[in-house]
């Protein structure tokens, strides 16, 4: 084998195993999270959102940080303060809603909004879905956690 042609063997390995392991660890930063806290379920009782500590191999700094509204390109070497992502489901049935991007939690996250005025289900910045048709009237008050 030719010197140009081990060079380009070893390229192309070396990028489907990089490629393989950013899919893989794309995966099972979600596959293997961690729910770090009791469930919080809305005033009336339509939502259910759970929240998740990232299952993360490499140290915080690696993972680029998004911005919460999206407009703004993810940051990279960041420091994570509190990094974590949350499902809503329908609490009526279980069903999985939506699940956001992951967060700084510290710096994004916030109180929780069922749609009241917005029409989203909020923390703090974060958007987590529009709200359900048949759950409009789900109305600001003291969130429940779930015993």
Known sequence: MKPASRRLAFFVAYITIAGGLWTASNWWERGWAAKDSESSISPNGCYRIDSFKPYWVLPDFLHPM????????????????????????????????????????ESAGGRLSWGEGSGYVMAGLIIIASNLPDCTGDHPGETRRKQ
């Open 66 to 105: 998004p911005h919460p509204f999206g407009d703004l390109p993810p940051k990279w070497f960041a420091g994570w303060g509190y990094p974590a992502f949350l499902r809503l489901y329908d609490h009526r049935n279980g069903n999985l809603i939506s699940e956001t991007e992951i967060y700084d939690l």
